[in-house]
């Protein structure tokens, strides 16, 4: 059966369970908190059992099945409903799977730095995917936005955990910037799409949207605009300072961030906003599309450029990070099929490449206490298996073949074509330049600079396994995704 061939939703309680999985998982990590191998055992189940639930709701997503699992009735129309649809199968995949890597990952940074409070770390981690799994299966803009204000809630914390003066302040702003802007535009946006509709559940389609035909142009694209500026998460400009300034937190949180939910989580309800909220449509006749389009394209350059300026590691990838999102939002503005699906697939391809590098550079702090590229000059030679893993995730945040990210900057600019708009063509062939030139240097320096003056890298070798293994694994991820492109694709091409 093709996924295209969408069947009524059919009632299924295997979403409650995916949902509740790292809740559950959460609060076994605070019960054992007292015993460190118990604790982590606790973390791994849970994220076993939650990917093998989103892979049995995936196959059966492919063979063209939609679930859906009512939870509470709250308001006539308003209820918290979940839907497992292609779109949503998308993020669910991405967040499970690099979860169970990355509980692996952190056991052994946590453990190697000997952080503190480790058990709120876990719980918190937890927490946060049981936040981004429930905005991927939310069925309605209200269950979306219950679930996106979780993941702000509690990945607090995690910003803050170092608690010294830098890491609270890094916090605050992440709050303030996250929260503030989800009540400040978000919240009256759906209470004002309630008013118009009736109700707040996401369209079946991404043609039509659920607005009326008869509603005002202005307050449409008011509302839009609100949509697309309250979910900060997403890091478009100029509502992206929040990111840089969370780089205080422990790298396993820089990588949940960047890869595994926040970020994803503000992009991923950005783009289901446009498409079943808004729909394609509706988008096209009030002209949206194409100027969200440029205005996207200016956080593309700008943050590539601002990326360029930094020396310290996880500020140059906070803004690879800032500069990729808009490459999905990018994607779906074009509002052509090439488009939607290039902007779709990066949010697979973009996860697993940033997650390799955030790897890396904790693997490198743990190895060395380096932080800063000038500091790094040879140290390829020391950690080739680190680098090699960077240099592999590099080519994806690129665009170069085979990677994935080839795959995201072909459909894109195919897309760009489709829409006739040269100056997005342009804008993307400017900003791989400027891929190459911020991510390029530093595998070369590392495998074939000169060593700081005086630095012998004595004693220094590779990270400890428990992290070394989950960066080499994501970084051949990100490899296969371009090489055999359609394990997320047919998910993407279900979505039409």
């Known amino acids: 059966m093709d996924i295209n061939a969408v069947s009524a939703p059919i009632e299924s309680s295997r979403l409650l369970f995916a949902v509740l999985t790292p809740l559950c998982g959460a609060i076994a990590v605070m019960l054992t908190g007292k015993r460190p191998n118990v604790r982590e055992a606790c973390s791994v189940v849970a994220s076993v059992i939650l990917f093998l639930i989103v892979c049995s709701l995936g196959a059966d997503v492919l063979h063209g099945h939609t679930f859906k699992f009512g939870i509470f009735h709250l308001l006539p129309g308003v209820t918290v409903t979940l839907r497992a649809d292609a779109f949503s199968m998308i993020f669910a995949l991405v967040a499970s ?13 946590m453990r190697g730095l000997k952080e503190h409070a480790q058990t709120r770390f876990n719980a918190c981690f ?9 905005v991927a299966f939310s069925d309605n803009l209200f269950t979306m936005y219950m679930f996106y204000e979780i993941v702000s809630i509690c990945t607090y914390p995690l910003v803050g955990h170092h608690q010294d003066e830098e890491g609270y302040k890094g ?8 929260s503030g802007t989800s009540h400040a535009f978000v919240l009256p946006a759906m209470v004002l799409i309630y008013v118009l509709t009736g109700n707040l559940d996401f369209a079946n389609n991404i043609s039509t949207g659920i607005l009326p035909a008869g509603a005002n142009a202005t307050l449409v694209t008011v509302l839009y605009i609100l949509c697309l500026i309250g979910f900060a998460k997403n890091g478009i400009m100029p509502f992206h300072h929040w990111l840089p300034g969370a780089m205080v937190a422990p790298t396993p949180v820089s990588a949940l961030l960047h890869a595994v939910a926040v970020v994803k989580v503000g992009v991923f309800s950005t783009t289901r906003v446009m498409l079943y909220v808004f729909g394609v449509n509706t988008m096209s006749a009030l002209n949206l599309g194409i100027p969200t389009a440029y205005f996207v394209s200016f956080t593309i350059l700008m943050a590539s450029v601002i990326a360029l300026s930094k020396t310290n590691l996880k500020a140059r990838l906070a803004y690879s990070t800032i500069s990729q999102l808009s490459y999905i939002v990018l994607g779906v503005a074009l509002l052509t099929p090439a488009g939607i699906e290039g902007g779709l697939i990066h949010i ?4 697993f490449a940033k997650i390799t590098l955030f790897f890396c550079a904790g693997a490198i702090f ?6 800063d590229l000038s500091e790094m000059g040879g140290l390829g030679r020391s950690m080739p298996f680190t680098f090699a893993a960077f240099g592999l995730a590099s080519l994806t945040m690129i665009g170069a073949p085979p990677a994935g990210g080839f795959v995201t900057k072909w459909l894109l600019l195919v897309g760009s074509m489709q829409a006739h708009q040269i100056g997005i063509l342009l804008v993307l062939l400017a900003s791989t330049l400027l891929n190459v030139a911020y991510f390029a240097p530093i595998t070369y320096n590392a495998f074939f600079g000169k060593r700081p003056e005086g630095e012998k890298y004595e004693g220094i070798k590779e990270a400890p396994l428990a992290m070394l293994i989950p960066l080499m694994l994501t970084s051949i991820i990100s490899i296969l995704l371009g090489i055999y492109p359609n394990i997320f694709l047919n998910f993407v091409k279900g979505v039409f």
Do not use: D, P
């Open 171 to 178: 916090a605050r702003k992440y709050l303030v910037y996250l």
């Open 97 to 109: 799977s690099l979860w169970m890597v990355a509980v692996f990952y952190s056991l052994g940074y």
């Open 348 to 351: 697979a391809n973009h996860a």
């Open 126 to 134: 937890a927490l946060a995917i049981f936040g981004a799994i429930g």
């Open 366 to 371: 743990v190895a060395t206490q380096k932080k």
